[in-house]
């Protein structure tokens, strides 16, 4: 079954930025809508951000003015420049995109949630 796959995370000063990239592993059609979140040992997953087809994004506030949110329709990337980055940033963090793969009964868009295995980021102090 289809998943995606993080890369670039790593280590990196307060203060400095890297950006993360998901790809699926293997092909598919077009995804839908696409997100970042990330994670701390002992606490909820938490919402970065979102990404539409069209665009449209959306931030938590803990990240907005420092993490950007772009993709490639094309290729069905998904990016997240992280700049000014700080240790409470230390995370491992997922992407998620909403794969559809038909409509039920009603006419709605049927999706399947995919996720990836995670990138560890880690700024130091």
């Known amino acids: 079954q289809v998943q995606l796959v993080e890369s670039g995370g790593g280590l990196v000063e307060s203060g400095g930025s890297l950006r993360l990239s998901c790809v699926p592993s293997?092909?598919?059609?077009?995804?839908?809508?696409m997100n970042w979140y990330r994670q701390v040992p002992g606490k909820e997953r938490e919402f970065l951000a979102s990404?539409?087809?069209?665009?449209?994004?959306r931030y938590a506030d803990s990240v907005k003015g420092r993490f950007t949110i772009s993709r490639d329709n094309a290729k069905n990337t998904l990016y997240l420049q992280m700049n000014n980055l700080k240790p409470e940033d230390t995370a491992v963090y997922y992407c998620?995109?909403?794969?559809?793969?038909?409509?039920?009964?009603?006419?709605?868009?049927?999706?399947?949630?995919?996720w990836g295995q995670g990138t560890q980021v880690t700024v130091s102090s």
């Open positions: 990404i539409s087809t069209a665009g449209g994004t």
């Open positions: 293997g092909s598919i059609d077009s995804i839908d809508a």
């Open positions: 998620n995109g909403f794969l559809p793969y038909g409509v039920d009964s009603d006419g709605r868009r049927k999706f399947r949630d995919l």
